[in-house]
């Protein structure tokens, strides 16, 4: 990518403010880059007006953010769990309590993270008193995944033979999980 006669043309097309030799050490440098490992991620918080610039803060005080990067850091470092293992686990996530929107602030905060959400909705009934994690395809490795996310003891297997196929792991929110951990 980097040939005489590719290159002057490049620049062009980006807008930045590199000088050419720093752009050519930053093209050098991604063109190294595993795309397939690459994560994107969102910073979830409230966008506020500060000074005439729009200033976003983050939830918890940027915690969130801070764990997120140490999770992806450790995940990206590890080659035996890339693959479909990585960002593809499926949660469904179901609140169990008569606290409003729980399970949806619930599905941002694990979204955050590179989970996809299955669903979202309210449990058969309202009076779990504790959180449990459901591992629902036989994967406890992904079930203890999402539970360590929000400090969750309870883990159990539940696989039945008539199960929706695009669920890995049900989460059920109970009384002891106060918007991020449970208590």
Known sequence: MLLD???PYIPKLIDSDFDDRSFATFIQTVSYMDIDRIVLQGILGNRRILDGK???FPYYD???????I?????TLGKEYVLG???LTIRIEILNGTNVSGLASRTAQLFKSYGFRIASVMNAERNDYERTVVLDRRGNPDAAKRVADLIRCSQIHSQIEENRDETVDVT???????DGRYVK
Not at 62 to 68: A, M, Q
Request: glycine share 8%; aromatic share 8%; no cysteine.
């Open 70 to 74: 140490q999770r992806i850091s450790e």
């Open 171 to 177: 989460i059920i929110l109970g009384k002891d999980f």
């Open 5 to 7: 006669e590719v290159f």
């Open 84 to 86: 479909e293992d990585l």
């Open 62 to 68: 940027g915690k969130l953010i801070k764990e997120t």
């Open 54 to 56: 729009d200033v976003l």
